[in-house]
């Protein structure tokens, strides 16, 4: 159904006058005759309008058409007139997904920030592994993601952000807690509960030599829960300095030379509201920013 042929109808139908109608609209008297037969046949061939002398007016089946098609023309304009003003008063949701330990610092900084210089500004974050983030922006569940692995994915884009610097997590009791620096290699064969589950990719590829797959005794998504699980023995965990938390029972100590890096991931192709990419742009040049200064 054509909308301008219904707004034709609906002001014809008020006039009943093609020269007043067709006035009003802005149009020539013969497109506007053009758009009510095309109207009319649309429906079938249904006749909304009959001659009556030089003038035109309403049949049976053209009142009965007008109170729907006025109907629909005011919930119409109701609804565009509430997008238009939604667009600048409506919150605005950025769904943003983060590994374990990108809220410290700065990024923490920037939301709170963005929030304050922008009142419509609503954030919906999820922390989980880059693996599960990556397929939530693929399937624009989320609009970026703060991952640890730039995939080769050709469906994403990836920017770095920054590389942070890991140390393990052990027991107190551990025979290396009290090292002063460790060897990932040292590790290979120690049980490992994982978070962040790439940690564990990167670690193999890293490491002198592959970890049995019984090393690996538990994946969590959150780095808050391996060292809960690394307290009550099940094993070491490596992570990021600015996950670090000073608890009783765990100590920890850097690895030689293991970094990783940071990436901002979107989905190509994907139109976004220019407020997400602003905060998104804001974020990069944030984060490069404090790497100049470092």
Request: aromatic letters at 8%; charged letters at 25%; hydrophobic letters at 40%.
């Amino acid at each position: 159904m054509n909308y301008n042929h219904l707004l034709y109808f609906s002001v014809l139908a008020q006039t009943e006058h093609y020269t007043t109608a067709a006035a009003r609209l802005g149009i020539s008297q013969p497109a506007l005759s053009s758009a009510i037969h095309q109207l009319e046949n649309s429906l079938g061939g249904v006749k909304l309008f009959e001659k009556v002398g030089r003038n035109i007016r309403l049949t049976d089946e053209g009142r009965f058409y007008q109170e729907t098609v006025d109907e629909a023309m005011k919930r119409l304009h109701g609804a565009s007139m509430l997008l238009r003003q939604s667009k600048t008063q409506a919150p605005v949701i950025i769904r943003m997904g983060v590994v374990s330990g990108t809220l410290d610092g700065l990024l923490a900084r920037q939301i709170v920030s963005y929030t304050e210089s922008n009142r419509r500004i609503r954030f919906d974050l999820t922390e989980s592994s880059s693996e599960n983030l990556m397929n939530l922006v693929r399937t624009e569940k989320l609009d970026m993601a703060i991952v640890d692995t730039s995939n080769r994915d050709r469906s994403l884009h990836f920017r770095k952000l920054c590389q942070r610097d890991f140390l393990v997590a052990l027991p107190e009791n551990h025979p290396l807690s009290n090292r002063k620096e460790i060897d990932p290699a040292e590790l290979v064969s120690e049980p490992q509960v994982v978070f962040n589950y790439n940690i564990s990719q990167t670690f193999k590829e890293w490491a002198s030599g592959d970890p049995a797959d019984g090393t690996v005794v538990c994946t969590v998504d959150t780095s808050r829960a391996a060292l809960d699980l690394v307290k009550a023995g099940m094993g070491i965990t490596f992570i990021p300095t600015e996950c670090v938390e000073q608890r009783p029972g765990i100590r920890y100590v850097p690895l030689k030379n293991w970094h990783q890096g940071l990436y901002m991931c979107i989905l190509y192709d994907k139109w976004l509201e220019p407020p997400i990419w602003d905060f998104i742009e804001l974020t990069v040049k944030g984060f490069r920013a404090e790497k100049a200064k470092a």
